[in-house]
């Protein structure tokens, strides 16, 4: 029997011994996190059972075939070491959605040199070669030419007016990086193709295609999944810079281009419509080919990555539309991807197929910010 007393005691015991737990656990948990941050990946306190599950217990993996035909390819992934659990996150999806069955290989780049965990850690997640690789200064640091009062006003200014990154110099150099320097990296020299990845992306599909073949036997030069607008404040004037050197150089334009989804009104304004570049497979040959290396140059020399924020995606996919044949530019329907805050998530059946987990509702292909609606009218 119970009394109340004995009750009350017993409730009391309880309490006290689940905080006390809690507080252990989160402490542990804290020091954890702050050393790991720190440090890299320090080993936290081991588990008691120290030999392992015993042989029987385990099934073979099943040899995987390895694809007849491979494409000249490699993901790139630019990344700080910060970024650790972020890229391993992205990288593990990737390997299960995909690369165990394909097998290609990964270029990290940074600015600094990665620590020999990162190195470790990241390895770990593949069986294909991983290859360590660092940004040369003058890919990365603001060029000495830049004036930097002008460029120093400009992110002030940013600043006050709440623009995202707007104070951020490593930001631009990591925008004109992306831009225009990162196929020249030592390391990407052997390749063509390449696929970006970023810290914690989802991938909710599984793709069971080579992506990669697809572009180099179509002869596509950019895929995307996702594409919106920019915020103009990042580039007031880059449509002007860019009409000054289509005026120059009008011969560098294909017919059959994709102006269309840049521009509303033939060519007056850009419409800010741009394909999102945290994801990008594309060709390497085609940003060191002429038209877009003449393009990079002229707009770099402007100097809009640090007086204004020139990104990335709006400076490839202006590069992309104008220089490319339309058709060379390609939607990636079946590869569901969140970067936040918005998801590609395929619909009916290539969901089905894919084995996809996102909610088919929740998709930002039609949504009022999207631009795809604008790559279709272009077919
Ligand atoms: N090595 C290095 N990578 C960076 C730096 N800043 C950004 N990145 C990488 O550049 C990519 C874009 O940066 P992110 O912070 O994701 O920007 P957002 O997606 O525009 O919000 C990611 O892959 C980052 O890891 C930097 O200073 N150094
Ligand atoms: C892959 O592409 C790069 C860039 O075009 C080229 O230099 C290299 O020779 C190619 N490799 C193979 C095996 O075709
Ligand atoms: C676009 O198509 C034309 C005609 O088919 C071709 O000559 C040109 O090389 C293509 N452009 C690119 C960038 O491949
Ligand atoms: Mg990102």
């Known amino acids: 029997m119970m009394t109340p007393t004995r009750y009350i005691v017993l409730v009391l015991t309880i309490l006290i011994s689940l905080h006390y737990i809690l507080t252990i ?20 306190p081991q588990p008691p059972y120290k030999d392992g599950v015993p042989e029987q217990y385990y099934k073979p993996s099943d040899p995987v075939a390895l694809p007849e035909r491979k494409a000249n390819a490699t993901f790139v992934m630019l990344v700080r070491n910060t970024d650790g659990p972020g890229i391993m996150n992205s990288m593990k999806q990737i390997e299960d959605r995909f690369n165990r069955k394909f097998q290609y290989p990964y270029v990290f780049l940074n600015d600094k040199p990665f620590t020999e965990n990162f190195k470790k850690y990241v390895s770990q997640l593949t069986d294909a070669p991983v290859e360590f690789g660092i940004v040369p200064p003058e890919h990365w640091k603001q060029p000495e030419w830049i004036d930097e009062q002008k460029a120093t006003a400009a992110r002030e200014d940013m600043m006050r007016n709440n623009v995202i990154y707007g104070g951020s110099i490593t930001y631009r150099n990591m925008c004109r990086f992306n831009s225009g320097f990162f196929y020249r990296q030592e390391l990407l020299q052997k390749y063509r193709y390449y696929w970006r990845v970023e810290p914690d992306v989802k991938y909710f599909c599984d793709i069971d295609y080579d992506p990669f073949l697809l572009m180099q036997d179509q002869n596509k030069v950019y895929g995307f999944t996702v594409s919106l607008y920019e915020y103009e404040a990042t580039i007031p004037t880059l449509w002007q810079t860019v009409k000054e050197f289509l005026d120059e150089n009008p011969e560098l334009l294909p017919a059959d281009n994709a102006f269309s989804f840049i521009s509303d009104d033939g060519g007056l304004t850009y419409n800010r419509c741009h394909f999102w570049s945290n994801f990008e497979i594309g060709d ?35 590069g992309a539309a104008l220089f490319a044949n339309k058709s060379q530019i390609h939607f990636f329907n079946d590869i569901g991807y969140r970067h936040e805050p918005f998801q590609h998530c395929p619909q009916g059946d290539i969901h089905t197929n894919g084995k996809c987990w996102c909610d088919p509702g929740a998709n930002f292909d039609y949504e009022w910010y999207s631009c795809l609606s604008r790559y279709d009218k272009l077919f």
């Open 284 to 318: 390497m040959d085609f940003w060191r080919g002429e038209a877009y290396s003449k393009f990079f140059d002229y707009l770099d020399s402007k100097g809009g990555f640090y007086y204004e924020r020139w990104g990335d995606a709006p400076v490839h996919s202006l």
């Open 25 to 44: 656990t989160h402490e542990e948990y804290g020091k954890a996190t702050a050393v790991s941050r720190l440090t890299g990946y320090i080993k936290g």
